[in-house]
């Protein structure tokens, strides 16, 4: 059985995570290799493909990890 998810859901949730780890739309461009519009599409109702999500939520990650142990991720 598929689960269908709302793309809203997706959205919003990318969008919170990408604030949480102290991303601006454009440092997030960076880190994935697009531009700072795509970001914004993104988070703004066009659905990543899979891998880009995967990375972003991987970005993420590492950044609220490394404030969370107190350190920087760039020097």
Same mark, same amino acid.
């Given at each position: 059985?598929?689960?269908? !998810?709302?793309?809203?859901? #997706?959205?919003?949730? #990318? ?5 949480? $780890? ?11 290799? #697009?531009?700072? $519009?795509? !970001? ?18 991987? !970005?993420?990650?590492?950044? #609220?990890? $490394?404030?969370?142990?107190?350190? $920087?991720?760039? !020097?």
């Amino acid at each position: 059985m598929n689960a269908i !998810v709302d793309p809203n859901f #997706i959205c919003k949730k #990318i969008k919170k995570k990408r604030r949480a $780890a102290g991303y601006s739309q454009e440092k997030m461009a960076m880190e994935l290799g #697009i531009t700072q $519009a795509t !970001v914004s599409k993104y988070e703004n109702g066009r659905v990543p493909d899979a891998a880009t999500y995967e990375s972003w939520l991987q !970005v993420c990650e590492r950044s #609220i990890q $490394a404030v969370q142990e107190g350190r $920087a991720l760039y !020097v």
